[in-house]
């Protein structure tokens, strides 16, 4: 029981709350190759003209990649040798569309047309869906890598008192990635690059140590890690009911709904299951964690905080996608968004704190010979903002794919920047 519980809270980042000084550190940077060429542009729904978020851009036979960010908005780098090839926009219940990169002027509009749902009710009604959860955890070695590889991906991590920022980290980070006959032990993170700005002010000096930070992106792969929630032991306490179909890349999907059916000593989830419906690949996973009994919730997140301080957690949501590449599926993108409120003894109003963390894959080599090593790999017990450097540089990721920052946070970014020269 121990060991479950242990694995179980693995899924919730660990927070740290404490009153400390902004200390800068610094990491080492390399430079990518010369002649990149920067691709902007917006992603909107064809009949609503309203944006889309998360929608996965790649450049097509490759694994350079990135997503949009909240405002529908993507950058992309390639070199000058990939101006002939195109690039796929795929979003979940949209049509993938291919365009050319001399076909996109700066700040283009991309509209996806929506595919409608294909709800069957006969075969829905035919199907075990938890035995379509089994098939895809299953069926991981087929669909997945079975050799190792070494992804690179850009983190991003930031820390809002109520609507303010008070911390922005972001990393370009690279993954060991094992086959998916192998669990995740042995994977590691390493950063390639990364920057911080804190908040100067000191009424926010009261910081949050977000624990884990790009090695979420180890945890929250569900196809290397079930025993997190749907290993065998851990499908009979959830119960899944099979509602819709839907089409993500051209391909038909079951979705798959699931909430707990078991009472636990620690917090169980509910949510959604994307699996495709030809060769049963899990392609998306839309995870909530269940906030009905919260103390349960709050012992397994906080590990410490100032001593008359209230925690509330409000809401854990986790978001993960996996696209083609190739004849298999690969990691494509991460998201964690923890909400909490903190207040102190004898106050009357409390403050709501966010934290979002996200990581898009960019790119995947074969494992290096000089791979990462233990000793510089990124671990559990570090904080980002303790291992990155300043933030004012402009051109500071040159040649690197990144989530395109939102309207909100670069006005943040400029901001904080001002404050601390």
């Known amino acids: 029981?121990?060991?479950?519980?242990?694995?179980?809270?693995?899924?919730?980042?660990?927070?740290?709350?404490?009153?400390?000084?902004?200390?800068?550190?610094?990491?080492?940077?390399?430079?990518?190759?010369?002649?990149?060429?920067?691709?902007?542009?917006?992603?909107?729904?064809?009949?609503?003209?309203c944006t889309l978020e998360y929608v996965n851009i790649s450049l097509a036979g490759t694994n350079k990649g990135t997503i949009t960010n909240t405002n529908g908005i993507f950058t992309i780098k390639i070199i000058e040798d990939e101006i002939n090839t195109p690039i796929e926009i795929s979003h979940l219940g949209y049509k993938t569309k291919r365009v050319f990169p001399s076909q996109l002027t700066d700040e283009s509009t991309i509209y996806l047309n929506p595919q409608p749902d294909l709800l069957d009710e006969i075969t829905i009604k035919a199907i075990d869906a938890r035995e379509l959860v089994r098939n895809a955890i299953n069926k991981s070695e087929e669909n997945y890598s079975s050799d190792p590889?070494?992804?690179?991906?850009?983190?991003?991590?930031?820390?809002?008192?109520?609507?303010?920022?008070?911390?922005?980290?972001?990393?370009?980070?690279?993954?060991?990635?094992?086959?998916?006959?192998?669990?995740?032990?042995?994977?590691?993170?390493?950063?390639?690059?990364?920057?911080?700005?804190?908040?100067?002010?000191?009424?926010d000096t009261l910081m949050i140590k977000f624990l884990g930070g790009p090695n979420l992106i180890l945890y929250l792969d569900l196809l290397k890690n079930p025993d997190l929630m749907f290993s065998e032991e851990n499908l009979f306490k959830y119960k899944f009911s099979l509602k819709e179909i839907v089409m993500i890349e051209d391909k038909p999907h079951f979705v798959v709904h699931f909430s707990p059916l078991a009472i636990m000593p620690y917090a169980l989830h509910f949510g959604k299951l994307y699996i495709d419906k030809s060769n049963y690949a899990l392609s998306r996973a839309e995870?909530?964690?269940?906030?009905?009994?919260?103390?349960?919730?709050?012992?397994?997140?906080?590990?410490?905080?100032?001593?008359?301080?209230?925690?509330?957690?409000?809401?854990?949501?986790?978001?993960?996608?996996?696209?083609?590449?190739?004849?298999?599926?690969?990691?494509?993108?991460?998201?964690?968004?923890?909400?909490?409120?903190?207040?102190?003894?004898?106050?009357?109003?409390?403050?709501?704190?966010?934290?979002?963390?996200?990581?898009?894959?960019?790119?995947?080599?074969?494992?290096?010979?000089?791979?990462?090593?233990?000793?510089?790999?990124?671990?559990?017990?570090?904080?980002?903002?303790?291992?990155?450097?300043?933030?004012?540089?402009?051109?500071?990721?040159?040649?690197?794919?990144?989530?395109?920052?939102?309207?909100?946070?670069?006005?943040?970014?400029?901001?904080?920047?001002?404050?601390?020269?």
């Not at 008070?166 to 993954?175: G, K, Y």
């Open 149 to 203: 590889s070494m992804l690179r991906g850009f983190y991003r991590e930031t820390i809002r008192k109520r609507r303010k920022y008070i911390n922005i980290s972001e990393a370009v980070v690279e993954i060991l990635k094992k086959p998916y006959s192998e669990d995740y032990h042995r994977e590691m993170v390493t950063l390639k690059k990364g920057r911080k700005l804190l908040s100067t002010k000191e009424k």
């Open 1 to 49: 029981m121990k060991t479950t519980i242990i694995k179980q809270t693995l899924l919730l980042a660990t927070i740290y709350l404490f009153a400390a000084s902004l200390q800068l550190g610094a990491t080492a940077a390399n430079t990518p190759g010369p002649d990149v060429i920067t691709i902007h542009g917006t992603v909107k729904d064809a009949t609503s003209n």
């Open 287 to 421: 995870i909530n964690v269940d906030m009905t009994d919260r103390n349960k919730v709050t012992r397994a997140l906080l590990r410490k905080k100032p001593l008359g301080m209230r925690f509330k957690p409000e809401s854990i949501s986790y978001l993960v996608t996996y696209k083609q590449s190739g004849d298999k599926k690969m990691l494509s993108y991460i998201r964690s968004e923890t909400e909490f409120k903190c207040d102190w003894k004898r106050k009357l109003f409390s403050t709501n704190y966010t934290i979002v963390s996200e990581t898009v894959i960019t790119g995947k080599s074969p494992v290096p010979q000089n791979k990462i090593s233990h000793k510089n790999s990124f671990r559990d017990n570090f904080s980002l903002s303790e291992k990155a450097q300043a933030f004012y540089d402009k051109e500071y990721w040159e040649g690197y794919n990144i989530i395109a920052p939102e309207e909100s946070l670069e006005k943040a970014v400029d901001r904080l920047v001002k404050n601390h020269q």
